[in-house]
């Protein structure tokens, strides 16, 4: 674990992921319409916009404390949280719903990151294949 997140950050898991996985899941976010720290960097996505009260995922943007995350109900991804709020800093920065795979990562993708349980890497790529796909249905 990096220092920075031993003392400050919010990365924490049960399974060390590697860094190698860093650049497929940066492609991913880009060429899915994200920038490389998983902020919508597309129109098309906001209709999916979420918005972060306490521990809950909501479409209400008059109480917010995380505007820029992104849900469609088969993965949802919440850049790195920089604000105060304990509550968002604790939720995982990734989630693939059908198998309820969870990753954290400290400041940007797959920096210091873990994950709720271990998976391949093929695993891992078509489960982000399945994700883009996602967004075209």
């Given at each position: ?6 003392l400050?950050?919010?990365s924490?898991g049960?399974?060390?992921?590697s860094?190698?996985?860093q ?14 720290y ?5 129109d ?9 009260e306490?521990?809950e ?12 995350g992104?849900?469609?109900?088969i ?7 920089w ?15 059908p198998?309820?795979?969870e990753?954290s990562?400290?400041k940007y993708?797959l920096?210091d990151?873990?994950a709720n ?6 695993k891992?790529?078509k489960?982000?294949?399945?994700c883009r ?5």
């Open positions: 674990m990096e220092i920075g997140n031993l400050f950050g919010n924490r049960k399974v060390p992921v860094r190698d996985w650049d497929s899941f940066i492609s991913f976010l880009l060429t899915a319409g994200f920038d490389a998983g902020h919508i960097d597309n098309l996505l906001e209709r999916n916009l979420i918005t972060i306490g521990n995922c909501c479409l209400d943007l008059e109480h917010k404390e995380h505007i820029h992104f849900d469609n109900g993965f949802r991804v919440l850049p790195y949280w604000g105060d709020s304990e509550n968002i800093a604790e939720l995982p920065n990734f989630v693939y719903y198998n309820q795979y990753l990562w400290y993708p920096r990151s873990y349980k271990e998976i391949t890497y093929d891992f790529l489960m982000l294949n399945d796909c996602s967004l075209y249905k």
